[in-house]
T-cell receptor, first 117, second 115 residues
Framework: DAGVTQSPTHLIKTRGQHVTLRCSPISGHKSVSWYQQVLGQGPQFIFQYYEKEERGRGNFPDRFSARQFPNYSSELNVNALLLGDSALYLC????????????????FGPGTRLTVL | AQSVAQPEDQVNVAEGNPLTVKCTYSVSGNPYLFWYVQYPNRGLQFLLKYITGDNLVKGSYGFEAEFNKSQTSFHLKKPSALVSDSALYFCAVRDEGGGSYIPTFGRGTSLIVHP
């Protein structure tokens, strides 16, 4: 069975540019969450979507936005890139939104490594 | 607010020896606790979780974790380490007492198992 997939695997951008990262959840999963993992740190929550609606937003600037499509795939967009946006961006899917159900684990994708020069 | 501390950046252990990766947490309500492992160029893989019940939780690949409410700890353990266990380990907590439903992750601990 296919797990969570993310594209692209790696990406190099320059400051001020825009980037779009993509995520396809596990089949049957309706919830997608995005995390930013800076080198040497744990993942930091950015967004969570369920059934195409935003259910949660972390402490990130408005340059970060996301959306979820009818097939439950998701995009994370970052505008006006800064050097500090360089990180591994992780997507996770689950059957229910985080916080619902005791056996509602999140399954993570391999991530997209973004480098901003 | 909820938080997680992994006090060791790196843990070194010889193959065949027992291993412990430490985690302490802080939540205002009841904790849901998780351990994940991350191999190079891979996403996080779920190892185990504590929700309620027995304080000793068994998970994947022979790992287990002990929940200690009085010490607010959830240390990851394995009786006999393998070289293939070498990876980055993350502890995470979620507050089920009316707090955020979003998990907070620790900084991670690099486990190195020497042959």
């Amino acid at each position: 069975d296919a797990g969570v997939t993310q594209s692209p695997t790696h990406l190099i951008k320059t400051r001020g540019q825009h980037v779009t990262l993509r995520c396809s959840p596990i089949s049957g999963h309706k919830s997608v969450s995005w995390y930013q993992q800076v080198l040497g740190q744990g993942p930091q929550f950015i967004f969570q979507y369920y059934e195409k609606e935003e259910r949660g937003r972390g402490n990130f600037p408005d340059r970060f936005s996301a959306r979820q499509f009818p097939n439950y795939s998701s995009e994370l967009n970052v505008n006006a890139l800064l050097l500090g946006d360089s990180a591994l961006y992780l997507c996770a899917s689950s059957t229910l939104p985080p916080g619902q159900g005791r056996n509602n684990e999140q399954f993570f994708g391999p991530g997209t490594r973004l480098t901003v020069l | 607010a909820q938080s997680v501390a992994q006090p060791e950046d790196q843990v070194n252990v010889a193959e065949g020896n027992p291993l412990t990766v430490k985690c302490t947490y802080s939540v205002s309500g009841n904790p849901y606790l998780f351990w994940y492992v991350q191999y190079p160029n891979r996403g996080l893989q779920f190892l185990l979780k504590y929700i309620t019940g027995d304080n000793l939780v068994k998970g994947s690949y022979g790992f287990e974790a002990e929940f200690n409410k009085s010490q607010t700890s959830f240390h990851l353990k394995k009786p006999s380490a393998l070289v293939s266990d070498s990876a980055l380990y993350f502890c995470a907590v979620r507050d089920e007492g009316g707090g955020s439903y979003i998990p907070t992750f620790g900084r991670g601990t690099s486990l190195i198992v020497h042959p």
